[in-house]
């Protein structure tokens, strides 16, 4: 990444961790914005990173327990649909 080479210590998937393992001093961490908004933690401070580079993969998920309904399946087409459109896949 750009020439920096990061020692990872601590590793996890839940947001709230993260933000309790910088709070105790033991590292940095890039997060979501949306994460952030309104729940810093004491001790810890919030920088805004402005890189177009800089890319978040999220995903859909649904059930095989039940048919979805209509407008889970127009929501679901659309989303595939634009995103293969954009070649994000």
Known sequence: MKGIELETIFQSRDFHTIQGLVGAGLGISILPEMILDGAIFKETRS??????ELRRSVGIITTKKRNMSPSETLFRDFLLAYFEENNQF
């Open 47 to 52: 920088i805004a990173l402005m890189d177009k």
